[in-house]
């Protein structure tokens, strides 16, 4: 079993900044790609960013140039710098890792004012 903790989420303005913070706990050995996915009220849950265990990774066209996602293998922390915020960001955040099956952290809320 793999637990995850998000941390870092809150009320920013557009244009601002936040970092999200997700530590695994748990079977972490050979854990594979780490990311976060978010929610919007009334949509579906979506890919913001995904990092492998070799440090590729992957965006949603939605956050390219705007967000970060970073991996400390040494703390089993996976990090999202966002950057040039929107309201449209507005969402629940949720740490994602992949070890045999997916695993889910409770979510974060990040809520962008315009």
């Known amino acids: 079993q793999v637990q995850l903790g998000e941390s870092g989420g809150g009320l920013v303005q557009a244009g601002g900044s936040l970092r999200l913070s997700c530590a695994a706990s748990?079977?972490?050995?050979?854990?594979?790609?780490m990311g976060w996915y978010r929610q919007a009220p009334g949509k579906q849950r979506e890919l913001v960013a995904l990092i492998g265990s070799g440090g590729n990774t992957n965006y949603a066209d939605s956050v390219k140039g705007r967000f970060t996602i970073s991996r400390d293998n040494a703390k089993n922390t996976v990090y999202l710098q966002m950057n040039s915020l929107k309201p449209e960001d507005t969402a629940v955040y949720y740490c994602?890792?992949?070890?045999?099956?997916?695993?889910w952290g409770q979510g974060t809320q990040v809520t962008v004012s315009a």
């Open positions: 748990g079977s972490i050995f050979s854990i594979n790609a």
């Open positions: 994602y890792a992949l070890k045999g099956r997916p695993y």
